[in-house]
Nanobody
């Protein structure tokens, strides 16, 4: 079992920035992928950004150039830096960890962008 803990959501005006953090209770050496998804009201959950063993992260087209995903190996933590936020970025953001064929989700953190 992997514990996934998120933090950093909140309310921000359009054009502002937020940084989300996600910590896993397992070392990155045991993790195949770790990243962020989001779900807006009435919509399906969608991928935002993902780190895998690949050199380049996977970034959704809708946030490319505005969001950056990074990691701190020593802390088993992944960050999502969100800049130039738009009202359409409003959603619950979920951290996902894939390890040994299993998926683990955080509790979600609300991001609200006002116009």
């Amino acid at each position: 079992q992997v514990q996934v803990v998120e933090s950093g959501g909140g309310l921000v005006q359009a054009g502002g920035s937020l940084r989300l953090s996600c910590s896993a209770s397992r070392s990155f050496f045991s993790i195949n992928a770790m990243g962020w998804y989001r779900q807006a009201p009435g919509k399906q959950r969608e991928l935002v950004a993902l780190l895998t063993s690949s050199i380049n992260p996977t970034i959704a087209d809708s946030v490319k150039g505005r969001f950056t995903i990074s990691r701190d190996n020593a802390k088993n933590t992944v960050y999502l830096q969100m800049d130039s936020l738009k009202p359409e970025d409003t959603a619950v953001y979920y951290c996902n960890v894939r390890s040994y064929g299993s998926n683990y989700w955080g509790q979600g953190t609300q991001v609200t962008v006002s116009s």
